[in-house]
């Protein structure tokens, strides 16, 4: 498999296999300049593109990428939750399905995964913010064993700072403000991100 | 700066590696969200960052925000204020410090901004007064929040600064454009008066002045007289030949353009009135059928209108000096005055009084008035090039003409403008000289006289040609001719005047038509043998034979005598 074939771009800036990002940004409108060029490059290199998105972005998403090539589109209900409830068992499954289907049959060599979790501010509580933490630790642990680049989501017009510094400390690299931030101390349980 | 936090262990105890670990990991969380609040937030999504952040660095909550607000320190997000709270705070004087907390608990109050310009504070409590990395992290977020809100401040100062300018700027850009409009408006206006002055200065006329209006305006330009006729044409597609409205039509036009102060549209034209002195000299007219003209060119129009009402008026005014100083020339030769003089006048009127002259008289039927006799006249030598000064008496127009003269063409073309022939002419004897100029004038008058009172009034007269009335005199030694007449005709006068009739005019008219029965019958409207009746009368009361040469030929002297003496003067 060529070299270029495995690369990744996020805004200009050259992403790894196993890099797991936490992307801050600031309403839709910025999100879309920076998502849709990510996933629309992936389409064009030939990689399997998973986009867990908002509610009702299944057919718009797919519409402005031209809904061509290795695309799957899956909205809350299909990946973080189960009838309205979270459910990271569920988002782990469909996970596996997927690299089952592309990177691990061979049909791409390269996958890119981004999550919107947009979602999570309708049920914010004290509760939720370690499972969320959590789920990213294990994302950081599980996209290592595949040639995958996972970028997470998160709305700063949506989230605060009881959000933003878990997130933070659980990234190994994080975006914002078009920049790359990266954080060699993230920590690796959800114990030592969340104070309780 | 903040006093250090009381109870704070100097020898701090070794810490495990995962302990540095998160520290550093927190620092990175508050360096994000120090990111975050220095992205042109407003101040308050800043503190919003501020306090969310507070649960996730350490085990203290947000007790209250505190924002000075022209000078007081007020609840921020509205809330009531805490009068206590509020005092503790002032006490700290924009330090960080302490403050006691009702439920026994730890209670800080974090300083935004410096003592020389408090932002206001950021409270934070907890059951237990943390640790010292954990109020390191506290006072790191609120020095970063502080610096933010500075921040946002300026930001916001600074978009005051742009909107004011942005606003002045706008301001200006009218202005200039307001202003560039105006000199744009000022250069065109400049650059029409400029050209039709120069078009008038140049001497022009009437012709210069529609050319400038017409490059001026882009438009064909016409200057009509007041009755419609064509003065001067600029520009393309001129009509030939040229409308000229009926009278009427062009009497309400005018009326029209004269009821407003501006030019006015009349169908493809815009037209403007030279009206000095409320008279209406001439018209003039922008041929517009596309309806192009804007402002600049009516302004064009309006402006060449003006300078055009002063030409005309300035032509009128030299023509009317002229004609009077004619007038006056004409009327003092007339009296009789010196030859230098009279020398003078004429050569500064144009006119070469030198070389013969002939002094006309023309009186034409009262239907006509004098004035347009004269005007008439004037047209009529001009066009015969005969040279004349002209001048103008009651009942009659005199003309001094130079040089050989055609008499009956001159009556011709008088009674072609005149409309009729009703009209007779006499001319004066030849002036050598100004001094002679009184007697032709007398002689054409006399030979106009004679001429009127003929069997055919309408033509010419030279008093050369007057013959026997040459010497026929009404003036002073005059008893031997009315002698003469009452020799020969007195028995008929008495009769004429004691019976009331008109036997010496019957036997003038018989004389003059060489007694022929038809023609004199015919000539006094009477029948033949009427005629035949009032000879007989004639030849009994007169006792002369009207058959004998020689009475005959003294009947007829006497006759035309009685006439000339008869004449009212």
Known sequence: MPETTMAATLGGVSLDAGDHLCVFYRGQEERDRLLLPFLAEGLRAGHAVLYLGREGEKDTIAARLGGRGNLEIGEPEDGHLRDGRYSPEDLFERLDDWVARTLSSGAAPFGRTAGDMSWASRLMSPGLVPELVGEEIAVTRWLRQYPL???????????????????????????????????????????????? | MSPEMPGTKSDEPERPDDWWREQLSNLYGLFVVSMMMFDGRDPDDILRLATTSLPALCACTLDSVYLRVEEVLAPAHGDRPDPVLVEALVSLDGHSGPIPAADGGWRWAMALGSPAELLGYLVVCSADAP???????????????????????????????SAALLALNTELQTLNGRLSTTVARLEKQTEVLERLSEATASGAGEAGIVLALHELTGLPAVVEDRFGNLLAWAGPDRPDPYPKAVAHRREGLLRQAAAVPHPIRVQSRVISLAKPRQEVLGVVALVDPRHAAGDQEVFALEYATTVLALELSHQRSLAEAELRLRRDLVDDLIAGTDEHSAYARADALGHDLRGPHHVVVVKWS???????VASAAAGTVGALQLPSLISRRAGSVVLLAHGSLDGDGLHRALAEKLGGTAGAIGIGGRCRGPTDVPRSYSEAVRAADVRRDSRSPDGVTSYDQLGLYRILDTGAGSGAVEEFVQEWLGELLAYDHRK?????????QYLECGGNYDETAAALLIHRSTLRYRLGRIRKIGGHDLNDVDDRLNLHVATRAWQVLQRPE
């Open chain 1, 149 to 196: 680049v996972v970028l997470c989501l998160y709305d700063l017009d949506l989230f605060g700072g009881e959000l933003i510094i878990p997130m933070v400390k659980a990234h190994p690299k994080v975006w914002m403000a078009g920049t790359l931030v990266e954080n060699p101390y993230y920590l690796r349980s959800t114990e030592s991100v969340v104070r309780r």
């Open chain 2, 131 to 161: 640790s010292a990395d954990e109020f390191f992290l506290v006072k790191a977020l609120a020095q970063q929040t502080s610096g933010a809100l500075a921040s946002a401040r300026l930001h916001q100062r600074e978009r005051e600064q």
């Open chain 2, 500 to 508: 009331n009739t008109d036997l010496v005019h019957t036997l003038s």
């Open chain 2, 366 to 372: 009262r239907t006509q008035t004098d004035d347009a």
